[in-house]
């Protein structure tokens, strides 16, 4: 039973456009959400989070937009830019029940030249 | 300031042995996770230690067990290793200082394990 999921594994985004990338999550009890970016052969790196209190966080180009009425949350990249290509992990979890992170698959993002 | 380590990098072991894999953790962090990350999958929440002591486990079966030592480092064992134990093993320390982890985990490169 996967509680988060990222149902593109893949998705090729033209460089200087605005990559979405789409999470869903069945767990109501969720209030504290993360993307987390991978590169080959390294750990995956905190990119940004939000809390359930919120439906919008903004860093630079990264932008997190949260609607918990339908469970779902999304990564906006503007601009996309080559460095960005990667593989990008949705994650949740329960801040005041326990410290188990649940991630999803990924999606794989690919920066067009 | 000195990023999560992880040793080996790479193993391999066949059916039944046993692997230890080890993890030092992020200066200033008192809190360490495992998790393991199969082959189009993502990372999966084995267990994380605080205080050298266990604190939450996720679906995984006794052999799979820790430690974490005065200095934060860690270990990670696994016994009687099956073939499905093939995967990237993550470990991930954060600045815990109460109850409750925001999540912003600070991973290693991972380990490697191939079981044949």
């Known amino acids: 039973d996967q509680q988060v999921k990222q149902n593109s594994p893949s998705l090729s985004v033209q460089e200087g456009r605005i990559s979405i990338l789409n999470c869903d999550y069945t767990n109501s009890m969720f209030d504290y959400f993360l993307w987390y970016k991978k590169y080959p052969a390294e750990g995956p790196t905190f990119l940004i989070s939000i809390s359930s209190i919120k439906d919008k966080n903004e860093d630079g180009r990264f932008t997190v937009f949260l609607n918990k009425s339908a469970k779902h949350l999304s990564l906006h990249i503007v601009p996309s830019q080559p460095g960005d290509s990667a593989v990008y992990f949705c994650a949740a979890s329960e801040v005041n029940r326990d410290d188990k992170i649940i991630f999803g698959k990924g999606t794989r993002l690919h920066i067009l030249p | ?116």
């Open chain 2, 1 to 116: 300031e000195t990023g999560v380590t992880q040793s080996p990098t790479h193993l391999i072991k066949t059916r039944g042995q046993q692997v230890t894999l080890r993890c030092s953790s992020q200066s200033g962090h008192n809190t360490v996770s495992w998790y393991q990350q199969a082959l189009g999958q993502g990372p999966q929440f084995i267990f994380q230690y605080y205080r050298e002591e266990e604190n939450g486990r996720g679906n995984f079966p006794p052999r799979f067990s820790g430690l974490q030592f005065p200095n934060y480092s860690s270990e990670l064992n696994v016994n009687a290793l099956e073939l499905d134990d093939s995967a990237l093993y993550l470990c991930a320390s954060s600045p815990r200082t109460g109850r409750g982890n925001t999540g912003e985990l600070f991973f290693g490169e991972g380990s490697r394990l191939t079981v044949l």
